[in-house]
């Protein structure tokens, strides 16, 4: 399209960079960006929520006050992007300064949508009571994603007492929640606490409600391959146990250690919660896509869940051994492997 000079002032434009920044590819959306001669709000909003989407909230907030200097006025959907950018970067200071610049400065109402951000943010950064304050005292009851945000912050940050009472609040407001479940299992499992972990599981049964499998997506000359944790389906399932036999010598070389606490299941024997993490669904298609693309090529994948803490430092430990950049789409963001870093800077 820019090739041939399609006018993109307009809502193709909006759209283009929007597409670009969720199918992974953020230099394509900023590409779009920079050939816009006569940047719109929608634009500039756009690009902003796209570059915290990727991790990248410098560039972020550079291009919000790059924007209002050119006397464009931020809506309510730019404030979001701005947050979002914020919580992505654990940047805590400048998401409560945006958060009530826009209130007093701009004089725009917070939505639900605004206020799960600015819980977001404190969650992710470890400020849980502050987080738990914020809900306790919105204009608005709560809903399921305000309600996740703490929970998940209290299982990245070990507080069970606010784990448990997020989960249950939440439980109220969506029974069927299946990832709330999955969640405070999980933190039950990291405490040793096996009886709680067998209730929740048992209150699953009762109310017929399923755990999400974990999966992970890879796309290869047009067809998409979907594996989960200990696939043995795929036709190339040889080649790719092979291939993951070798990353896992090659990551002993770099001196990686398996963290094996992200085995959330009752297993003694290490060895076994060593091959519970190197069979998880990322690593397959990992493995699927160093065997089927060209040495020097991006491996892009979608996982819809987050990302564990030992597979995100193997995947950054692969990106340099095997001199690739890996993009994953996890439930929360993009994380740009590259020479043995991530965009996130191991902030998600």
């Known amino acids: 399209m820019l090739k041939h000079e399609f006018q993109l002032d307009g809502v193709l434009g909006t759209s ?13 959306a900023l590409a779009v960006f920079k050939s816009i001669a006569n940047k719109k709000l929608g634009h500039w909003t756009a690009i902003i929520v796209g570059l915290g989407m990727h991790g990248l909230a410098e560039k972020a907030l550079e291009s919000f006050q790059e924007m209002c200097k050119i006397g464009l006025k931020p809506n309510a959907i730019t404030f979001i992007g701005v947050l979002n950018a914020c919580s992505h970067a654990g940047l805590v200071d400048e998401g409560r300064q945006f958060f009530y610049m ?18 977001d943010i404190l969650c992710r950064a470890g400020y849980l009571e502050e987080a738990k304050n914020i809900i306790e005292n919105m204009p608005m009851r709560p809903n399921k994603v305000i309600w996740m945000s703490l929970l998940g912050g209290s299982r990245n940050h070990g507080n069970l007492e606010i784990g448990e009472y997020a989960a249950y609040n939440l439980i109220e407001v969506d029974p069927d929640a299946t990832g709330c479940y999955t969640m405070l299992s999980n933190m039950y499992a990291a405490s040793g606490k096996w009886d709680k972990v067998s209730y929740v599981r048992e209150m699953m049964k009762k109310r017929g409600v399923r755990k999400d499998a974990g999966y992970s997506f890879i796309e290869h000359r047009g067809k998409v391959h979907r594996f989960i944790a200990g696939d043995t389906s795929h036709p190339q399932n040889e080649k790719i146990y092979a291939k993951l036999s070798e990353m896992r010598e090659k990551l002993k070389l770099v001196g990686h250690v398996p963290d094996t606490s992200q085995v959330l299941l009752y297993i003694e024997e290490e060895k076994e919660k060593e091959f519970e993490l190197e069979n998880h669904s990322e690593r397959l298609a990992i493995a699927f896509g160093l065997i089927n693309s060209e040495n020097g090529t991006p491996i892009r994948i979608i996982k819809n869940l987050r990302v564990c803490n030992d597979c995100h430092s193997v995947t950054k430990l692969l990106s340099y051994i095997y001199n690739r950049e890996i993009i994953v789409r996890d439930n929360s963001r993009f994380h740009h492997f590259k020479n043995g870093s991530c965009s996130c800077s191991d902030f998600w």
């Not at 929007?18 to 394509?28: A, L």
Request: with cysteine.
């Open 16 to 28: 283009l960079i929007e597409m670009y920044s969720k199918c992974g590819s953020i230099e394509s």
């Open 102 to 119: 826009m209130i007093n400065e701009y004089k725009i109402e917070p939505t639900i949508e605004h206020y799960g951000c600015f819980v």
